[in-house]
Every structure is written in structure tokens, then in C-alpha cells.
């Protein structure tokens, strides 16, 4: 019983930051399958960041995304979000959709494309200002295609100036969290491709830049929770972009395709107390719903990842830590499983009618009538997407 009120309230205290993106249309660069009542402005798609909140009580931000995010009046935009009852979380910079970028960002070899880039991450700054968002989530497209094609060194001289001089611009309060992917679009090298390069920016930068985890940015079979404890320790880790993935950056529901490694990763967390929201992780998906329909699939999505959480909480620490000490690996692989192997549904659907929240918020949500709404009222504008 004890541990399962330490799950209920680890869960409690989990946000899962939504992003705006993943309300909108997106596909693969085959087709790009338009939904009804998908949002038409980033108002819309807060509407819907909206309803996650209210159904699962625990998606209380929304992630924008600059330019496809860009409003007149930023101001106006973080009030309707407090109006709907969430908050503007994590302004992610777009320097990658842009004719100029076509040989990189802010490590393209013409400074004048480079300073187009800087200059729009210090934009991303104002708005954060604006909006009263913490975090400043970079993610670089820049690499190259073939060997040759340019100076590996000289890139990184001209990533780190960049870095250096946006880091300069952050308030106070504010973070740079710096994302890493190993290839795609670049398909030679890559500028950012691994946790290790952007902990080693981050380390120059200073205590405000942190590392931030794309689940679906790595080689097949790489350990993720061993980055986790790492950049934990190190406190360097910023947080996540939860997705899953069978092959590469396939950007599924978090947990749908590996369950097992989500919790291995929660587990990581939870032994550090590192899901305690004074530790400043950011929990964040990073999601293309591109045939499911969205707001279900996002609900879903913050359900799996407070499943892995409540697992990763029952786990029970003093049977784990001795039968480590004794050296027994029967016993401590035993007593991880058997959290894993926890059916932790029926705890967590008491949690939310404790919080006053219907026990199944994907059903709630298909009983509550909001799709047929939107899909009638949505009508005639463009509908958001990738660009859009
Ligand atoms: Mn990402």
C-alpha cells in the first residue's frame, strides 16, 4: 500500500508538456493525410492543449513552435492559454525550413545565413519573454551530405558562436535546452548528432544549457537510460522529447512501441526523485499523430508515460539496493520486473477519481462530444500544418 500511494503521488506530480505541432496536420515526406477539425491557428491549438489538460489533469503546458506558431501578439496568445487553463511552455526554434538553410544554420559557411539564423533564435527569446516561457528548446537540421562537402571542425567553431551569443541573450530564468539527432536530413555528418556534443556545448555555455533527450534521435539499441543517469548526474539534463520508434525517427506515441524502455528510462528518473517538478526536467512529446486521430492519441500518450512513471515509482528501492549490494542479479533484475510487470491501470484510475477526473480520459473525451464540435466548427481557413 505504501508503495502504491508513493506511485500515486509521483504520478501527481508529472507534467507532460503537449506540443502545438502534434494538434496539427503532419505526414512523411510521402503524403501528408488532412484530419477534420484540426486546428486552423495556434489559438485553435490550444483549444485543444486544452482539453489533454482537462481530461488527464496533467498536461498543464504547451510547447510552441516558431514560425509555424507566429502570432502578432504574443502577449495576447500566453493569455488565451491561461484562459483556457494551460500555459506556453517551451518556445522550439525552426531554422531548418528556410531556402537559405540549405547548407545549414548557424553553421552554414556564409555568415550572413548564419546571422539570419542567430537572429531568429534571439527572436525565439522575445517571444519567451512575451509568452513566460522558460525554455528555449534548439534543434539544428545542419550537417552535411558528403564527405568533403565541408569543414567538420569549422562548424562546430561557428555552432559555438552561435550558441555563445544566444546563451548571452537568455533572462534570468530562462534555459537553452539543446536537442541532438544523429542524422536525417543530414546524412553524412551531422553538426548536434549525439548527447555527448551537446553536453559539451552545454558544459562551455554554462549552468542554463541543458541537454534535452528526442527518444526517437538515437542509433537502433541505444541505451537511453544510461544518457539519462549520466546527464542526470552531471545535471545537465534538461528533459525529453517523448516519442517511439520502430526504426528511426518514426515520432509514434511514446511507450506504443517499447514500452519496457520507457519505463527503464522512468526508472532512471524516479531513482534520481529527478520527476519532482523542482528539479526542472521537461517532460515534453514530440509526436506526429499522422493517421490516428490526435487528441485521443496525445491523451493516450500522457497516460503511458504516468503508466511508466507509476511503475518506475513502484519499484521497491531497498530490495533493489540490497540485492545490488549482496550482488544478487536474479533477485535485482527480479525486483525491477516486477514493477514493470505491475498492472498499475486500476491505481491510476483511482488517482484520477481522487482528483476528480473521469478514471479513462480517452473514453471521456470520445463521450464528450468535443471531436463532432470541432469537426463542425473548424470549417473554411486553412487547417495548421508543417509550414503553416
Ligand atoms: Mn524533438
Redesign the pocket.
Known amino acids: 500500500m505504501r508503495h502504491e500511494d508513493a506511485a500515486k503521488a509521483a504520478v501527481r506530480g508529472l507534467g507532460v508538456e503537449t506540443a502545438s505541432w502534434a494538434y496539427a496536420n503532419s505526414g512523411t515526406r510521402f503524403k501528408v493525410f488532412p484530419q477534420p477539425g484540426v486546428p486552423r491557428d495556434p489559438y485553435e491549438k490550444i483549444d485543444d492543449a486544452a482539453v489533454v489538460h482537462r481530461l488527464t489533469g496533467a498536461a498543464p503546458t504547451v510547447a510552441l513552435h516558431i514560425p509555424w506558431d507566429e502570432v502578432d501578439d504574443y502577449t495576447a496568445l500566453a493569455a488565451h492559454a491561461r484562459d483556457q487553463g494551460v500555459r506556453i511552455g517551451a518556445i522550439n526554434a525552426n531554422v531548418f525550413q528556410d531556402d537559405d538553410y540549405k547548407l545549414g544554420s548557424v553553421t552554414n559557411p556564409d555568415p550572413g545565413v548564419r546571422r539570419k539564423a542567430t537572429d531568429h533564435l534571439l527572436e525565439c527569446i522575445d517571444i519567451m519573454d512575451a509568452t513566460g516561457s522558460k525554455d528555449l528548446k534548439l ?1 539544428f537540421a545542419d550537417g552535411t551530405n558528403y564527405p568533403g562537402q565541408d569543414s567538420i571542425r569549422a562548424r562546430q567553431d561557428r555552432l559555438a558562436e552561435a550558441l555563445a551569443e544566444t546563451y548571452g541573450r537568455l533572462g534570468a530564468d530562462q534555459r537553452m535546452l539543446l ?1 541532438y539527432k544523429l542524422f536525417e536530413p543530414a546524412f553524412y555528418s551531422t553538426d548536434v548528432p549525439d548527447w555527448g556534443t551537446s553536453y559539451a556545448h552545454c558544459l562551455q555555455l554554462g549552468e542554463r544549457a541543458q541537454v534535452v533527450i ?1 527518444t526517437g ?1 538515437h542509433a537502433p539499441g541505444t541505451n537511453i537510460e544510461f544518457i539519462v543517469a549520466f546527464l542526470l548526474r552531471a545535471g545537465k539534463l534538461g528533459g525529453f ?1 517523448f516519442n517511439s520508434r520502430f526504426y528511426a525517427d518514426d515520432d509514434l506515441m511514446v511507450g506504443a512501441a517499447d514500452p519496457f524502455q520507457l519505463f527503464r528510462i522512468m526508472h532512471e528518473i524516479v531513482s534520481a526523485d529527478a520527476h519532482d517538478p523542482a528539479q526542472g526536467i521537461a517532460f515534453m512529446l ?1 509526436q506526429c499523430h499522422n493517421i490516428e486521430p490526435k487528441i485521443p492519441a496525445i491523451i493516450r500518450s500522457v497516460l503511458n508515460v504516468q503508466e511508466a512513471t507509476a511503475k518506475a515509482a513502484l519499484v521497491d528501492a531497498d530490495a533493489l539496493a540490497k540485492a545490488q549490494q549482496d550482488g544478487d542479479v536474479l533477485g535485482a533484475n527480479g525486483t525491477l520486473m516486477d514493477a514493470f510487470n505491475t498492472d498499475v491501470r486500476p491505481l491510476l484510475a483511482t488517482m484520477r477519481e481522487d482528483q476528480g477526473l473521469d478514471p479513462d480520459p480517452v473514453a471521456a473525451y470520445e463521450r464528450s462530444g468535443h471531436f463532432e464540435t470541432i469537426r463542425d466548427q473548424r470549417v473554411g481557413g486553412e487547417q495548421a500544418g508543417w509550414g503553416a
Open positions: 534543434w536537442e528526442d534521435h522529447d514530440d
